[in-house]
């Protein structure tokens, strides 16, 4: 019978509502304590110098180990962390650990002087009034030359206030940071806004690569980004590479650097010390 089909339907999909709920209820909650109980933990994805194969730094993405849920991904915390306001004590975490590991690698793998670290910053904690204060204290306490550092921005992030970013972008380029533009090609940043951010690096992101498939689909889009960002003085990351064809499209249009599962996964500490010292 069809209504009482739709009503168990409906309950079903009450009953999954109600946990889901639950479930997103009990994540605020723990999200809350997860710091004071260290339950993050930072992995580093190596990006590729596309001409060379080397590995030019890393990007830090944390991870969420929970105690009886288990590993937990970013997408999963990330936007409650941003409502809640959490992201902000988070995003700073994260920061000074991945500055304090770089500044380990330093000295244990000297090739990684040459290397930088790149960390996320959600937009709320981008607009927090004490960012510059906050990341010259991280740079001071752990001793990581500023120019190591690079930060990523999304366009979404950038985009919400443009006069208030050109300016604290201009600030942290000032100090000597570097700044990527995160997951480009997703929002709706008018591109006639690039030219006011002192940006270094534009990161493609990987719903293009993906679609840069056999028969390279999107290569002509991909070839465009390049170029503008060549034209505006920037250089390009390419995120999400996963095939062999993807990375030769990239290197024939003249894409600086390489970041996806064909080289590496985010990987914790350990596996990237083991990378490090078969490099060296
Ligand atoms: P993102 O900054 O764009 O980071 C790249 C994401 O792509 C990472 O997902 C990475 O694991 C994934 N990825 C890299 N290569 C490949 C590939 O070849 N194939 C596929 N399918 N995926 C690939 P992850 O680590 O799950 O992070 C997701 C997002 O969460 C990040 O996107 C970033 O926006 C956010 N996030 C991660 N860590 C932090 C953080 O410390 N602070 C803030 N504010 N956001 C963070
Ligand atoms: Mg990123
Ligand atoms: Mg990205
Ligand atoms: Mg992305």
């Known amino acids: 019978h069809a209504k009482a089909r739709g009503k168990d339907r409906y309950e079903l999909f009450d009953q999954l509502m109600h946990s889901r709920t639950i479930e997103q209820l009990k994540l605020e909650t ?5 710091l004071e109980r260290s339950e993050f933990v930072v992995y580093y994805q190596p990006i590729v110098v596309t ?3 080397q590995i030019g730094g890393f990007e830090a993405l944390v991870r969420w180990q929970h105690p009886t849920l288990g590993f937990i991904i970013p997408n999963r915390f990330i936007p409650t962390a941003e409502e809640t306001g959490m992201v902000v004590r988070l995003g700073i975490w994260v920061l000074r650990e991945a500055c304090r590991q770089m ?3 330093q000295s244990k793998f000297p090739a990684t002087q040459a290397m930088e670290i790149s960390v996320n910053l959600s937009g709320r904690q981008f607009f927090q009034s004490d960012l510059l204060e906050q990341i010259c204290q991280v740079l001071a306490e752990t001793g990581l030359p500023p120019y190591r550092l690079k930060l990523e921005i999304t366009e979404s992030t950038i985009m919400g206030d ?5 300016s604290l972008l201009h600030q942290l380029r000032d100090i000597g940071i570097k700044l990527s533009l995160d997951d480009f090609g997703t929002g709706y940043s008018s591109l006639s806004y690039l030219h006011n951010f002192p940006l270094n690096t534009i990161k493609i992101d990987r719903s ?9 689909e ?7 980004i390049v170029d503008l960002a060549h034209k505006l003085n920037m250089n390009v990351i390419a995120e999400g590479v996963e095939t062999t064809q993807q990375l030769e499209h990239l290197r024939s249009i003249g894409c600086e650097q390489v ?3 064909l080289f590496a996964a985010p990987l914790p500490v350990e596996a990237i010390e083991k990378i490090l010292s078969a490099e060296i």
């Open 103 to 105: 500044y380990v690698w």
């Open 30 to 34: 723990d999200l809350r304590h997860a």
């Open 162 to 166: 443009v006069v208030k970013t050109s």
């Open 218 to 224: 999107n290569r002509e889009i991909i070839e465009a």
């Open 51 to 53: 001409a060379t194969g």
């Open 259 to 261: 970041q996806g599962y």
């Open 208 to 216: 293009f690569i993906d679609r840069l498939g056999v028969n390279g």
